[in-house]
Each structure stands twice: as structure tokens, then as C-alpha cells.
């Protein structure tokens, strides 16, 4: 693979439910851009929770302030050519567009898939208290959802595999000019990167230790 010295900086910005595949995704496009031999750092919404955002909570006040700092950090990442990816639930269309505005070379994937689909692979068992009662506040039980209108990737979780999925955004980010080659080339698990909450979901882990879960778990 060539290096790329002169790397175009892009955010793929994923939005969706919680469990609807954010992560699973962001992790498998992180390596697939690092094969490419690119500079790639991942956001993920509930690592972030627990450093950048500390002690915001689940209010609309806080989950855009969480939001537009994701932004913040993303757009300076960005602008100094590195492949950026976010993996927050990033619930407001609003905030979602100011940080497309602010960042410009953006890429919106919607991850998509049905609350009850979420909350039967209720990958984190948050929808089963959410639904009790137990959680208050969670994003698509008792808090809105606003997809995006018209993002540059569309993702049907509930028909795609992974790899279907994936293939969709590579084809995308070549389409935009923002890789050489869109075949993909990571084939085997992966070690967990250690920058999403996914470990010991994918691969093995590289054992840095696990990220501690933020807050209600709705990012
Ligand atoms: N096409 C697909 N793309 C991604 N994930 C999928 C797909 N089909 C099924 N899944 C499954 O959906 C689940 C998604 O979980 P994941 O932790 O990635 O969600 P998330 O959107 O990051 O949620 P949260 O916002 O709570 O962090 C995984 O168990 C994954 O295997
Ligand atoms: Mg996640």
C-alpha cells in the first residue's frame, strides 16, 4: 500500500440508534483505513463519555454540548488530514448539520435499524431498562431520534451483513475521492482497537485494558 503524505482529511460521521452498528462498523472501517496505510483516529460516543464529556449527562443541553465537542475535535483532526470517524448516537439533526458545516469534508452514515431490532439484540441490555422504566432519557424509548434527511451512505442493518454494510461506506469514501481503492482488504477478526466500547466483540483484544462503560450508555 502507498503512504499517503498528502492525505485528504474526511469525518465519516455515523449516526444511529444504540445497537444499531455504529461501532461494529467504525471499527472495521478503522482498519480497513489503517491497511491503507492512512492516519485514522475514531471517536466513539461512549469512549468519549468517559474523558472528553465527562460529566455531561443525557439532557438536550448536554448531548449537544457532548455532540458538538465531538465535532470540535473532529473538524481540528480533519483539517490536519487525518481520516476521522465518530461513532456517537448524535440524536439532533441540527447539531449533526452544524458540525457538517463546520468540518465540510463530511460523510453521513446513517446506521439504520428499528427500535425493536435494537432492543432485541439489546446489545448492551440498556433497552430491556429503558423499556422498564429504569433508564430515563434513552435515545429512541423516551428521548427522540432524528435521522438524517439525506446522508451520503444509507445502512439497513436489518438486511445488510457487516461486510455488506461495509462495503457500501468504502464505496462511498471512493466515490467522494477520499481513498484509492474501495476492495477490502481486511478479511480477518481484527485485534479490538481499544477506541470503541466493542471489546471482546471483535477479534481478540488487544488487551489495553477495557474502555469503562459512560453513563447510561446512550451517547
Ligand atoms: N449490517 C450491520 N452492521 C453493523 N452491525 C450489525 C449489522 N447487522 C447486525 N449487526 C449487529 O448489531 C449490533 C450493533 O452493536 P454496536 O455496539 O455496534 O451498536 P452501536 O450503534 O455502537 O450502539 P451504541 O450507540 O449503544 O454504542 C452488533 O451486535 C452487530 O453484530
Ligand atoms: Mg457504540
Same mark, same amino acid.
Given at each position: ?7 485528504? @482529511? ?75 470517524? /465518530? ?26 435499524? /428499528? ?17 422498564? @422504566?429504569?433508564?430515563?432519557?434513552? &435515545? @429512541?424509548?423516551?428521548? =427522540? ?5 439525506? =446522508?451520503?451512505?444509507?445502512?439497513? /442493518?436489518?438486511?445488510? &451483513? ?20 474501495? /476492495?477490502?482488504?481486511?478479511?480477518? =477478526? ?17 488487551? &489495553?485494558?477495557?474502555? =469503562? ?7
Amino acid at each position: 500500500m502507498t503512504h499517503h503524505p498528502d492525505q485528504q @482529511g474526511f469525518t465519516v460521521w455515523f449516526t444511529g440508534l444504540s445497537g444499531a452498528g455504529k461501532s461494529t462498523l467504525a471499527e472495521m472501517l478503522f482498519h480497513e483505513l489503517r491497511r491503507r496505510d492512512m492516519k485514522v483516529e475514531l471517536l466513539d460516543g461512549d469512549v468519549v463519555r468517559t474523558n472528553l464529556s465527562k460529566g455531561l449527562g443525557f439532557s438536550k443541553e448536554d448531548r449537544d454540548t457532548n455532540i458538538l465537542r465531538i465535532g470540535f475535535v473532529a473538524n481540528l483532526l480533519t483539517r490536519n488530514g487525518v481520516a476521522t470517524i /465518530t461513532s456517537a448516537i448524535s440524536p439532533y439533526r441540527h447539531v449533526r448539520n452544524a458540525c457538517r458545516q463546520m468540518i465540510k469534508d463530511f460523510v453521513e452514515v446513517h446506521v439504520d435499524a /428499528t427500535v425493536e431490532e435494537c432492543a432485541r439484540r439489546d446489545v448492551k441490555g440498556l433497552y430491556e431498562k429503558a423499556m422498564r @422504566g429504569e433508564i430515563k432519557g434513552f &435515545t @429512541g424509548v423516551d428521548d =427522540p431520534y432524528e435521522a438524517p434527511a439525506s =446522508p451520503e451512505v444509507y445502512i439497513d /442493518t436489518m438486511t445488510q &451483513t457487516p461486510e455488506e454494510s461495509l462495503q457500501l461506506i468504502l464505496d462511498a469514501l471512493l466515490e467522494e475521492g477520499y481513498i484509492e481503492d474501495s /476492495t477490502r482488504l481486511v478479511h480477518a =477478526p481484527q485485534a479490538h482497537s481499544g477506541l470503541t466500547d466493542l471489546d471482546g466483540q471483535i477479534g481478540t483484544s488487544l488487551a &489495553t485494558g477495557s474502555v =469503562p462503560k459512560g453513563g447510561e450508555g446512550s451517547n
